[in-house]
């Protein structure tokens, strides 16, 4: 599969369309082509490449939990040449929202409001379970710190944590988008910089051997690879998901038809770098035996957990494993200011399209950023991260931060299958839509290959690879967005669309990317 530059004779663009593509331009431009990658990279690596892989060797065993990242890297590039033709398509802020609803309403005229409504919360709680997942092990890294284990914190340390995690990522999310980029690239870089660190540790540990990784079986003696495997796919296939949410500030990006599509398969590469990376140093680390409760590994004789700070702490002391936490928090920080800034775009464009209330879509006069959908936001992660946290302790919920990964893995899969379908429909309802990064130099039979391999993909993660409990719940955070449009709609709190899709094609001209 090779890329290239054409130039297209004519394409066509329309009124609506042209309506759904300056969603957001009254915002300040202010992110260049990099900083949009490390947007990307940042809102993906949070505290999962750094904390997860003692969970999923707990349930897999190393073999299987990295042969899970490397299947799950390869079965996404899929996604996300569909995504980076679509970011190409909408270059607005809300992206992915945006050229959902705008597909939706093309082949659905009548029910599309609701549908492109559902479509965006679905996003919404999408992100925000990733989010709350997050929150939960900053609130569990640094509980194991300063009390030697999550048990031992008193109940209030994990609610206190989160609600200064997102309260201070909410702050600088406030400031102009320029200035939040930048901060975001800093601490993108420092995690590249933990990932090559740790590696080269592992490498040079005595101790550490490949042999590690080669353990077929996992803990409790299982050799069935397949049913080994299937228990950490859709973790690790959730981990590449939100590939796409640096779409979400398109409309404050520079030359986003192209930059962010670029941003998205750079960020795919990388990512896996640095999950893959980690996964294979943890693995090769140490001999690793469950931990009591059986939820994580342990190096053998010692109470160290198979994490990335806490193997730092072991194989090159104390100094350097407080270094590497802090080195984590300041990921954690990164992944939420990242996550921040788009998701609250999203709630801007759907107030845009007049699907959200009026509020949302109102922008701070300074600096051009919304910031009454970062204040919302704000408040929907502390209930979820902290009713989440409090719930744990007190013995009625599982561990959240693995129990929020898996609902996030199965609200995206949905979200998956949804993008596949806007790529196919756009192609047909508007062929000659511009699009400067396109599967394929012409035809759709590419397009159709990407879009079945993403539905079978994710269809098995989400119903192949979770137990009713999460697909339950899952299905019941989708349906509570049905009354609150309902509820919005007769209150007549919505703002004013200014999206319709309904104008004639005008001439244009475009140069497209194409991939073959």
């Given at each position: 599969m090779t890329t290239s530059t054409t130039s297209e004779p004519r394409v066509k663009t329309s009124k609506a369309e042209c309506d759904a593509i300056k969603i957001g331009s009254e915002m300040q431009v202010g992110i260049s082509s990099f900083a949009?990658?490390?947007?990307?990279?940042?809102a993906i690596i949070g505290s999962y490449a750094w904390l997860v892989h003692g969970p999923m060797i707990a349930r897999a065993g190393t073999f299987a939990t990295s042969s899970a990242w490397v299947v799950a890297a390869i079965m996404t590039l899929p996604s996300a040449f569909i995504l980076a033709e679509l970011s190409s398509m909408f270059p607005a802020a809300g992206g992915p929202y945006v050229f959902k609803y705008y597909a939706f309403k093309r082949v659905f005229p009548k029910t599309g409001e609701m549908i492109g409504f559902?479509?965006?919360?679905?996003?919404?709680?999408?992100?925000?379970?990733?989010?709350?997942?997050?929150g939960n092990g900053f609130s569990n890294l640094l509980s194991h710190i300063f009390y030697g284990s999550a048990a031992n914190a008193p109940i209030w340390f994990g609610p206190f944590l989160i609600v200064c995690l997102f309260g201070g990522c909410t702050l600088l999310n406030m400031v102009s988008v320029n200035k939040a980029s930048a901060v975001n690239s800093a601490a993108t870089i420092v995690k590249f910089a933990m990932a090559i660190s740790f590696g080269l540790l592992v490498v040079c540990a005595p101790h550490s051997s490949v042999a590690n990784l080669l353990n077929f079986s996992n803990p409790h003696g299982n050799t069935d690879f397949f049913a080994n495997f299937s228990s950490v796919f859709l973790l690790a296939l959730c981990g590449y998901s939100g590939i796409e949410i640096t779409s979400c500030s398109s409309s404050e990006t520079k030359d986003a038809r192209r930059s962010v599509p670029r941003a998205i398969i750079l960020t795919l590469v990388a990512t896996s770098f640095i999950y893959v990376g980690m996964s294979l140093a943890v693995g090769a680390a140490s001999p690793y035996v469950p931990s009591a409760d059986g939820e994580y590994m342990i190096v053998d004789g010692t109470a160290v957990h198979a994490t990335v700070p806490a193997m730092t702490g072991h194989l090159a002391g104390p100094f350097w494993g407080n270094v590497m936490s802090a080195a984590v928090v300041t990921s954690i920080v990164g992944c939420g200011l990242s996550c921040l800034l788009n998701l609250a775009r999203v709630g801007y464009s759907m107030a845009a399209t007049g699907l959200f209330p009026r509020k949302f879509a109102e922008l701070d006069p300074k600096t051009k950023v919304p910031s009454y959908a970062l204040c919302f936001q704000f408040w929907c992660l502390v209930i979820v991260s902290v009713g989440s946290n409090v719930l744990a302790k007190t013995g009625l919920c599982p561990n959240p931060y693995v129990f929020l990964g898996e609902i996030f893995g199965f609200i995206y899969s949905f979200l998956a299958l949804l993008y596949?379908?806007?790529?196919?429909?756009l192609r047909y309802t508007d062929p000659d839509m511009a699009r400067p990064f396109r599967i394929g130099a012409k035809g759709n039979a590419l397009a159709w290959v990407m879009t079945i391999w993403s539905i079978v993909v994710y269809g098995f993660a989400a119903f192949g690879c979770t137990t009713w409990v999460q697909q339950v719940t899952s299905l019941v955070m989708l349906l509570v967005g049905v009354p609150m449009y309902f509820w919005y709609r007769r209150r007549g709190l919505f703002a004013e669309s200014v999206v319709i899709v309904d104008a004639q094609p005008v001439p244009v001209m475009q140069e497209s990317v194409i991939i073959r």
């Open positions: 949009s990658w490390m947007l990307g990279v940042g559902l479509t965006g919360w679905l996003f919404y709680t999408c992100v925000i379970c990733a989010l709350a997942c997050m596949g379908f806007c790529l196919m429909s």
